[in-house]
């Protein structure tokens, strides 16, 4: 059994960040995952942007912790090397009346003191994005809006904690609870057990059955899907800022994103789902995404499309978040319907949760040795010519090229195993192999041949992302 | 850094990149290949049935047989290989190339070459170039992936298996998935017509009673984690007809739906490529549009056979002798694709050299006739008794075609199946 004073349900960038929070302070900290690697859920996908506070009211107390998470991304990324770009954002209006919201939005972002906001003529849309379609007639911009790699924002995010003492634990699928002392007992469907004075419940889209096994509020999370298309870093479609068209009551529309490694991203759809594991993508909703994203920019093809996905948002049906301390079970932190803008908010939900933690009672002491720097890792595609030189002189593997889309070498994907990435689909997150245009094709059963060597396991023990999904099923 | 000095750069170690490189060598110039693989031979060594060479070698050869007499011949030559080495980029100025390299012995090594031979080959479409819907489980694959596991690796990647695209590798991994023990339950077209050659529906369905699908999607994949089955609708007309879509239970889905030439690093070097085959526009001495880059094999159009390929990158090789020797064609005339024509391969022809046109057609005729017109004058009429967009044609040009060809330089020689 584990002791620890504080768990969090739930390795997604909300429990990420409030562990990472919760590390600079003496506190035993554990973080239960139930999938095989972190950042398997919501997190890893969305839109990966982090939002200009324009979309809503202060009123909200997702609005509050947009704005404030927005202004946290530049020191984060300085101490935690993830992919992060502050490219700008465009609400594209394509007709006349459409720029009364427009009028609106740049209102509430003024408001909410959103940097640099600007309403824009159609000229202006023009010099900031060429590529629009040229029935824009105006628009937004807002350039504290950018972009962010949300899993591996998530990875840096434990791997920080983990290094200041919080301990992981995967494949932790929480079933049973019961009061222990002033806190909980904790127990996993395998049978691990894990005693915590404190709860966090972060758990994405299955907070409301993680509050019910904890015997606390009863809420519903509706999972709402969103479909997405991801186009080849080769499209002429590219735009250099995060395209908005003017959102609708239920979402912030499609939108067609500049990915900060390269590739194009097109999507979301919104459509409220019942399955809380239904991840599948639909041939009616294709055409609609890129019916929507043609309408911004018209270069976007069908053709350049390297993969799909979809990701769930889990959203409460009064659409805020709710981050509070449980009526119910007075060591219970809820942190719950973190949807849009949950990314752009994780880091002020980490020092929010912190500060809930310190009103519900827990002892919060700084630690003299908090190190908040993680190590960064070479990726070889981004040395120029001289430094990758010597990195191969130093490390040879460097020189052996896996994944030839990205251009990621054998010594990336060895560092993923080594920080605790060991499926397929952790191997890619973590490096970017098989994330490229041939999804896999050539360095696929590379990555398995690596996996084996690295970590002992056996071929049919080889995973895309855990439990159920092997990859090979015998040997000739 | 290393730096090297060679007449030619050959990137690329497969059949076009060795055979390229032999008849460099062959014209007395210092000759090397870069080949990111730990072997020569590209994607032969994991086609281990049999039918290559028939041209090539007058023998029926597997795949690593076929490699091996051109490996041999490279290991009797001094023509330099590098081995696990990926080039990364590829300048060209009035100077020269210059062929960037990732070697795990050197490092960064830098070639300056006159002339450089792009011999890429070609990649797999995959699941999302044809944007299946549904979920995305283990157990998706290319069809050159699985062969890749089945006969190098030695692993099986699953039992009860749908094919998808009736392309020659899905069909010959058909084959070989029902010989290593799984059940190949289907081969789904969406074509009314096979895309791979009739020898191989023959062999690897027919032999076997593996059912094909002509007319008929994957409409979607399920499974959670692994894949569960698949759901296949008919198409009348070219139109999905929902009411009669049916499943199949498998764990496996390997995907045969095309070949793309693997041209990004010729992109990086600003050459120009073809829309209709993603491969690089070339000359009649295959020649890109970037003076001394040149291009063969399936990194410039895909072929259905290796021996077409070597044949290709020979003639390929010859050429760039040529080019370093200063002798260029005087007369080009460029070549249209005409009716039913999807592209031919060069792009202009020499009236003064007359050589081999690849061409692909766009329909699927028996007693077709192939014509070749300059400026609206039948130079060439050729009979064919059968002709598919998968089964590549050759036309081979004499001397005599060519005898009382007066081009003028803004003639155009268009090639028509009817």
Redesign the interface.
Known sequence: MTKSDVAIIGAGVSGASIARTLSAYELSVTLLEKEADVSFGTSKANSGIVHGGFHHNKKYLKTRLEIRGNLMFDRLQRELDFPFKRCGILVAALKEEEMKYIDHLYSQGVENSAIGIEMCSRERMFELEPKLNPDVVGGLYAPGGGIVEPYRFVFSLVESAQKNGVELLTGFKVSRSQPSGDGFLIEAEDGRRVQANWVVNAAGLYADNVSAILGAEEFTITPRKGEY??LDR?TRAAPTRVLFPVPTKISKGMLVIPTVEGTVLVGPTADDIEDK?D?????EN?DKIFDSARKMIPTVS?ND?????AGLRPALAEGDFYIDISKKAPHLIQVAGIQSPGLTASPAIGEYVKDLLKKAGCRLTEKSEYDPFVEKVPR?RDLS??D???L??KN??????VC??E?I?EAEIVEAIRRGHTTLDGVKYFTRAGMG??????C??RI??ILVRETGMT?EQV?????????????? | ?KELEYDVVVIGGGAAGMAAALECRKNGLQTVIVE?EEHLGGILLQCIHNGFGLQEFRQELTGPEFAEEFIRQIRDSDISVLL???V??LVSDATGKEV?C????Y??V?FNARAVVLAMGC??R????I?I???????V??A??AQ???NI???????DVVVVGSGDIGLIMARRMTW??SKVHAVIEIQPYPSGLTRNIVQCLNDFEIPLYLSHVV??I?G???VEKVEVTPLVNGIPDADKAFEIPC?TLLLSVGLIPEN?LS?KAGIELSPQTGGALVDSTMMTSVPGIFSCGNVLHVHDLVDYVAEEARRTGSYVASYLKGKQPQRQVRIKAGANVKYVNPGMFNPDKPDKLYLRTLIVKNNARLEVKLDNRVVKSVKKNHVQPSEMISVKFSARDVADMQPTSDSVMEVSVQ
């Open positions: 298309y991801l080769l594991e991840l599948a993508t639909s041939a294709l069908q499309v390297i993969t799909s996905f070889i010519h001289y990758a030189d010597t191969i002189q040879p593997d460097y020189a052996h090229i030839r889309c251009e070498s245009r041939c999804q896999g094709g050539f696929s059963y398995i041949k071929y995973t895309k992302r855990g439990a159920g999904s092997s990859l090979l099923v015998g040997r000739l | 850094m990111r696990g080495t990926t990364i980029d960037f990732y070697s795990p012995e490092g960064l830098k990649r797999e995959n699941r999302g170039n944007r819907p549904g979920t995305r489980p283990a157990g694959y290319t050159g992936l890749r596991l089945v690796e030695g692993y099986i990647p699953g039992k290593v023990g409409s979607r399920e959670k984690e692994r764990d990004e992109k």
